[in-house]
């Protein structure tokens, strides 16, 4: 499994930008499919961007699609989720997940599916 860490969490007001950096280790990060979710207090973690494993295919949640960007540089092992025009229901815990891809196309919207997972990074968006 590939270890994940997450960076780049921290308050701003509503309407502003973040960007979150997820780092992988290994060598075989080519290989893995990717996600973002968010867990906001009292709630289930919820699916937010997928990117495929060559990054050619993503899939966002209809609550962010329009202002959230998922991406990936394989040469570097890390994935990007661009946040922009925030909003206060976007605070939570961010968290990275991994999985083998079964193509260089799947990506995948269920947490189930991801077996790596980083340690969350704190967005707060203020009002």
């Known amino acids: 499994q590939v270890q994940l860490v997450e960076s780049g969490g921290g308050l701003v007001q509503a309407g502003g930008s973040l960007r979150l950096s997820c780092a992988a280790s290994?060598?075989?990060?080519?290989?893995?499919?990717m996600g973002w979710f968010r867990q906001a207090p009292g709630k289930e973690r919820e699916f937010v961007a997928a990117i495929s494993r060559s990054g050619t295919r993503t899939f966002y949640a209809d609550s962010v699609k329009g202002r959230f960007t998922i991406s990936r540089d394989n040469a570097k092992n890390a994935v990007v989720l661009q946040m922009n025009s925030l909003k206060h229901e976007d605070t939570a815990v961010y968290y990275c997940?991994?999985?083998?891809?079964?193509?260089?196309?799947?990506?995948?919207?269920?947490?189930?599916?991801?077996?790596?997972w980083g340690q969350g990074t704190q967005v707060t968006v203020s009002s």
């Open positions: 997940g991994g999985r083998l891809g079964e193509s260089s196309f799947s990506y995948y919207y269920s947490s189930g599916q991801y077996n790596s």
């Open positions: 290994g060598r075989t990060f080519s290989m893995y499919a």
